[in-house]
């Protein structure tokens, strides 16, 4: 009897973790030294992405780019946000770093895992159903929900 108990209590401890883990990706190490994007500015205040953005793409994710936006499972792509400071032309202090990384597990976000950062790389804890997806759905439905191009890589 004793060792069922054992067993189930390592078994729940041992899908906790799993379950965790799912819950909270973690942002890919050395992105910084993927591709990357031209300087892109959203000056429309209303949007979660009013700043400026550099977008940087791993290897799999430059041939979805350059397959227009065709991404094959695994393909990482990560931006960096940064206030706008006065004027358009200046880079604020850096507040914000998503992730998409393509996962046909998530099904409810179109086969990408989304996941938004802290400055200091921790999740932010947005959601990726309602706050994410929604956007990409509108904007890009027909790019496979990533709204950026070759062109803004040069490519
Ligand atoms: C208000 C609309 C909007 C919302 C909400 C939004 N995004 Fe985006 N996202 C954009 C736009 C516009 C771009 C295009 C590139 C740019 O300007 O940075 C983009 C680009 C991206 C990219 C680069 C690939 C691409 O699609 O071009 C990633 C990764 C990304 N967003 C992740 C996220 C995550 C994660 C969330 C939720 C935390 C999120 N986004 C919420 C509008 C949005």
């Not at 994710?61 to 940064?82: C, H």
């Not at 850096?94 to 998409?100: A, D, E, T």
Request: charged content about 25%.
């Amino acid at each position: 009897m004793r060792s069922i108990f054992v067993l189930l209590s390592a078994l729940s401890l041992f899908l906790t973790a799993t379950i965790s883990e799912a819950a909270s990706p973690v942002l890919p190490k050395g992105y910084t030294a993927w591709k990357k994007s031209e300087r892109k500015v959203v000056t429309d205040k209303s949007s979660l992405f009013y700043g400026i953005h550099y977008i940087y793409a791993d290897k799999k994710a430059v041939r979805g780019y350059l397959a227009d936006n065709k991404f094959a499972e695994g393909s990482r792509i990560v931006v960096e946000s940064y206030t706008i400071k006065g004027s358009p032309d200046v880079d604020g202090p850096k507040n914000m770093i998503v992730l998409m990384q393509k996962d046909k597990r998530q099904k409810a976000t179109g086969g990408w895992l989304f996941a938004g950062f802290g400055v200091d790389g921790k999740p932010s804890g947005l959601d990726p159903v309602t706050t994410c997806f929604s956007c990409h759905q509108k904007d890009a439905a027909g790019r496979d929900f990533v709204i950026s191009t070759k062109k803004d890589f040069k490519l």
